[in-house]
């Protein structure tokens, strides 16, 4: 088994290639929780968005990536998956002498390649957060090479954490499956309050109305799931009363294949994960 690395304490600079919005969600987190701005680097080549990254959060700003990791134990990865493998080969030298942490928020590229990309003997972190980590109200799957030690990973899950709640996976080919199931499915809530609001309309509720129900609705359902801690099949029995209402609508749901649906679809883009990672290889 590769030896772990000894990882950087909090003190030392930790650099983000790469300055979008999850990026920004990440720094932000850092910086509500204490951290030195000072001790942050970001690399970005759009010069408004560096403006804004230094006069928003005091962060030290850098048109390249070779800058911004100059003295950086930890590198954090927030380009596209598609630039993924061109930045890395470009900082291989600087990694290969660095031996930095290695995070990355790149959907679909995995682990070994990235150590691949960067010279090889890199401790890396996989993870795959989601859009809501932008309010701080976000998941994140994370994944170690062996590379990593203990305070490797407990530095990755308090960057993580700032935007949001963390959970391990130990086996790599599972990455996809979280994809599938909290990267993309965001989307997933957002196609149900659509349509909750389009049945609404036709129902012939005002539209304002109809959008605050069926928002309101999702989010007072979410905060029940999460804050009982009761498993949703109970709390769906709960509201389910025996020839009623809800009870009316979730045999519709059921006999239309809701379920069946939900699976096909999680199952699409866990498998469409595994392709991107083949065709950035």
């Known amino acids: 088994m590769p030896a772990a ?75 596209k998956p598609q630039v993924m493998r061109e930045v890395c080969l470009g900082l291989a030298d600087a990694a290969r002498t660095a031996r930095p942490l290695v995070v990355s928020i790149a959907a679909g590229i995995t682990g070994a ?16 957060p989601n859009t809501p980590a932008l309010l701080g109200a976000g998941v994140t799957g994370l994944h170690a090479n062996p590379r990593v030690d203990s305070a490797g990973r407990a530095a990755a899950e308090r960057l993580l954490a700032s935007a949001g709640t963390t959970v391990w996976i130990e086996d790599e080919a599972l990455m996809d499956a979280v994809t599938g199931v ?9 196609l149900l309050a659509e349509a909750m609001e389009d ?4 129902e012939g509720l005002p539209p304002a109305a109809a959008r605050t129900l069926a928002l309101q609705t999702i ?10 801690g ?16 809800t009870q009316a609508a979730i045999e519709v749901l059921e006999t239309g294949g809701l379920r069946t649906l939900v699976a096909q679809a999680i199952r699409a883009a866990t498998r469409r994960g595994g392709e991107l990672s083949q065709a950035h290889d």
């Not at 010279?119 to 890396?124: R, S």
């Not at 909290?182 to 957002?190: K, N």
Request: no cysteine; charged share 20%.
């Open 230 to 245: 009761e498993a949703p099949a109970e709390l769906r029995r709960r509201v389910t009363s025996p020839g009623g209402t």
């Open 219 to 228: 989010l007072g359902a979410a905060r029940m799931l999460t804050e009982s």
């Open 113 to 128: 390649q990235l150590e691949r990309w960067l010279g090889g003997e890199t401790a890396v972190v996989r993870t795959m």
């Open 5 to 79: 690395h000894p990882q950087p304490p909090d003190s030392s600079p930790i650099a983000f290639i790469g300055g979008g919005n999850m990026a920004r969600s990440l720094v932000g987190g850092l910086v509500a929780g204490g951290r030195d701005p000072d001790t942050i680097h970001v690399a970005d080549p759009v010069a408004s968005a560096r403006e804004a990254l230094s006069a928003d959060l005091g962060v030290r700003v850098f048109a390249t990536a070779a800058e911004a990791v100059e003295g950086a134990g930890t590198w954090v990865f927030a380009v």
């Open 182 to 190: 909290s990267g993309s499915g965001p989307a997933y809530v957002f």
């Open 199 to 202: 049945a609404a309309l036709a």
